[in-house]
């Protein structure tokens, strides 16, 4: 069975309700994935795969067995080798798993008439990837309408108890009526919508409910959706640069940059612009400009991939630089009068727009739209990155992603030494090393945050600091003399 074009859960949903062994093939960053799947576990992948991307991963190859096109999980694979193997495809599903980009997936009955004894549980890895990166943005994208009303299998209960389910999903389900309509469910749980919401996702995945979510059939509104202005003002300052900027002013990359930084950069970028991403807009020049976009980014991602075309394409800058620098040193000293002239209205002066991406990112973090406030801190430390609290804002909203905590540190980090006696600054690195259990940074942090301020409630919890007293003058009348020089020697 062959089904193109689906969106990430609607794939998931089906290979894991497959009846007998089938094959989940969707393309990831430079390679094209196969997981062989049966009975709700991945036995192995496509042997190609294992071998260029598991393999460069520190996946052993004494942990598969080859068959045919195919490496299986052996049965002398050790528990932490399945453990990195998970996790290893837990990161594959995250980066796919944006709804709004479709992606060409297939589906097929798989043939084999041999025992795979091991494999990993696909309805731990679904409710540990919908629980760390499923964020509302994702959830509100894929539950546009509250209106629509809930069907309960009849055996759900039942079939839920052998599912690894978090206490709180369990207690959505209890909740749900058969018809019941998802606002009003929202408050009947008394979770909170985010909560409700991922619950009833786990739940359609597992197919112990029925919703007409991803639904081809569902009656939308034939009007055209406008865009919103700041996606237009993103893509045509990004295709003003593709037609005017080298490989590496696109990718925002130096000329030395590594391999995998290029790699990263190529799939952050094609996942922004996929064109796949606007077709809703049924906008002719936007989908054109997107497709240009797309094609450079390919186009560039060839060019420096390869280390020998990286050279040659760096050697061709610096010649082609150089010649422009020779050419200016001609200019008449008239056009050297002022090199730094200053920009003629306040919203091109980059200090000025870095202000506005500040002031949009807090409001959107306010509304708890963590991914826009990401996205506009990302702007302002990108055009003032000396600011401090421009760091500061930016790595306090990465907490809020799992996958990017290492880059939330890096900019608190970088808050601090612009600015070291801010005690924000270091309160909110110590609650992001105790949420990943560093406790002896964790403990530094509050340190430094009780130096700075000792009647921070906080920092004195942690580090136990019990409160002082404050000596009262009843207190001083109740103390015979020997205790009042004591208190004054102190």
Same mark, same amino acid.
């Given at each position: 069975?062959?089904?193109?074009?689906?969106?990430?859960?609607?794939?998931?949903?089906?290979?894991?309700?497959?009846?007998?062994?089938?094959?989940?093939?969707?393309?990831?960053?430079?390679?094209?994935?196969?997981?062989?799947?049966?009975?709700?576990?991945?036995?192995?992948?496509?042997?190609?795969?294992?071998?260029?991307?598991?393999?460069?991963?520190?996946?052993?190859?004494?942990?598969?067995?080859?068959?045919?096109?195919?490496?299986?999980?052996?049965?002398?694979?050790?528990?932490?080798?399945?453990?990195?193997?998970?996790?290893?495809?837990?990161?594959?599903?995250?980066?796919?798993?944006?709804?709004?980009?479709?992606?060409?997936?297939?589906?097929?009955?798989?043939?084999?008439?041999?025992?795979?004894?091991?494999?990993?549980?696909?309805?731990?890895?679904?409710?540990?990837?919908?629980?760390?990166?499923?964020?509302?943005?994702?959830?509100?994208?894929?539950?546009?309408?509250?209106?629509?009303?809930?069907?309960?299998?009849?055996?759900?209960?039942?079939?839920?108890?052998?599912?690894?389910?978090?206490?709180?999903?369990?207690?959505?389900?209890?909740?749900?009526?058969?018809?019941?309509?998802?606002?009003?469910?929202?408050?009947?749980?008394?979770?909170?919508?985010?909560?409700?919401?991922?619950?009833?996702?786990?739940?359609?995945?597992?197919?112990?409910?029925?919703?007409?979510?991803?639904?081809?059939?569902?009656?939308?509104?034939?009007?055209?959706?406008?865009?919103?202005?700041?996606?237009?003002?993103?893509?045509?300052?990004?295709?003003?640069?593709?037609?005017?900027?080298?490989?590496?002013?696109?990718?925002?990359?130096?000329?030395?940059?590594?391999?995998?930084?290029?790699?990263?950069?190529?799939?952050?970028?094609?996942?922004?612009?996929?064109?796949?991403?606007?077709?809703?807009?049924?906008?002719?020049?936007?989908?054109?400009?997107?497709?240009?976009?797309?094609?450079?980014?390919?186009?560039?991602?060839?060019?420096?991939?390869?280390?020998?075309?990286?050279?040659?394409?760096?050697?061709?800058?610096?010649?082609?630089?150089?010649?422009?620098?020779?050419?200016?040193?001609?200019?008449?000293?008239?056009?050297?009068?002022?090199?730094?002239?200053?920009?003629?209205?306040?919203?091109?002066?980059?200090?000025?727009?870095?202000?506005?991406?500040?002031?949009?990112?807090?409001?959107?973090?306010?509304?708890?739209?963590?991914?826009?406030?990401?996205?506009?801190?990302?702007?302002?430390?990108?055009?003032?990155?000396?600011?401090?609290?421009?760091?500061?804002?930016?790595?306090?909203?990465?907490?809020?992603?799992?996958?990017?905590?290492?880059?939330?540190?890096?900019?608190?980090? +970088?808050?601090?030494?612009? #600015?070291?006696?801010?005690?924000?600054?270091?309160? =909110?690195? !110590? /609650?992001? %090393?105790? *949420? @990943?259990?560093?406790?002896?940074?964790? +403990?530094?942090?509050?340190? #430094?945050?009780?130096?700075?301020?000792?009647?921070? =409630?906080? !920092? /004195?919890? %942690?580090? *136990? @600091?019990?409160?002082?007293?404050?000596?009262?003058?009843?207190?001083?009348?109740?103390?015979?003399?020997?205790?009042?020089?004591?208190?004054?020697?102190?």
């Amino acid at each position: 069975m062959n089904k193109d074009f689906l969106s990430f859960f609607e794939a998931i949903k089906e290979a894991y309700n497959f009846k007998g062994a089938c094959l989940l093939s969707f393309p990831f960053d430079t390679y094209i994935v196969s997981l062989v799947i049966r009975e709700k576990k991945i036995y192995g992948c496509d042997i190609n795969f294992f071998k260029s991307f598991l393999l460069e991963k520190g996946i052993s190859q004494n942990s598969i067995f080859e068959k045919e096109t195919y490496a299986f999980l052996s049965e002398n694979i050790d528990d932490s080798e399945m453990e990195k193997l998970s996790n290893l495809i837990l990161e594959i599903f995250s980066e796919i798993v944006e709804p709004e980009l479709s992606i060409s997936i297939n589906i097929k009955d798989l043939q084999y008439d041999f025992e795979v004894k091991k494999g990993i549980d696909l309805s731990k890895l679904i409710v540990e990837l919908c629980e760390n990166y499923v964020n509302s943005e994702i959830l509100n994208s894929i539950f546009t309408d509250v209106e629509m009303s809930i069907s309960v299998k009849v055996d759900a209960l039942t079939i839920a108890r052998n599912l690894p389910l978090k206490p709180y999903e369990g207690f959505v389900l209890t909740r749900i009526i058969d018809g019941m309509k998802i606002k009003d469910l929202i408050p009947a749980t008394n979770l909170g919508e985010e909560k409700t919401l991922r619950s009833l996702l786990i739940f359609w995945i597992f197919n112990l409910i029925e919703l007409p979510i991803f639904s081809k059939n569902i009656s939308k509104p034939a009007e055209k959706l406008e865009i919103p202005p700041r996606i237009i003002q993103e893509i045509e300052n990004f295709y003003k640069l593709t037609k005017v900027g080298n490989c590496f002013q696109i990718f925002d990359l130096p000329y030395e940059a590594s391999k995998s930084d290029i790699k990263k950069k190529f799939v952050m970028l094609t996942q922004k612009f996929h064109p796949d991403k606007y077709q809703k807009y049924e906008d002719e020049t936007l989908l054109r400009k997107i497709d240009s976009i797309f094609s450079l980014l390919t186009e560039c991602y060839e060019k420096l991939k390869d280390d020998e075309q990286k050279k040659k394409y760096v050697e061709l800058i610096l010649a082609k630089e150089n010649k422009q620098k020779k050419h200016t040193q001609k200019v008449s000293p008239k056009s050297e009068k002022d090199p730094q002239e200053k920009p003629k209205y306040a919203y091109e002066d980059p200090a000025h727009k870095a202000k506005q991406h500040y002031i949009h990112g807090k409001e959107a973090f306010k509304n708890k739209k963590y991914f826009d406030a990401m996205e506009h801190f990302r702007e302002a430390v990108r055009m003032q990155p000396e600011i401090a609290e421009y760091q500061y804002w930016l790595g306090k909203t990465l907490t809020y992603n799992p996958k990017k905590l290492k880059e939330a540190e890096e900019r608190l980090l +970088k808050a601090i030494e612009l #600015k070291p006696n801010i005690k924000q600054f270091y309160l =909110e690195l !110590a /609650r992001l %090393y105790a *949420k @990943v259990g560093l406790h002896i940074k964790c +403990k530094k942090m509050y340190e #430094k945050v009780y130096e700075l301020d000792p009647e921070n =409630e906080e !920092a /004195r919890v %942690y580090l *136990k @600091v019990k409160k002082k007293k404050k000596i009262t003058f009843k207190d001083l009348l109740n103390m015979d003399l020997k205790n009042i020089k004591d208190l004054f020697k102190k």
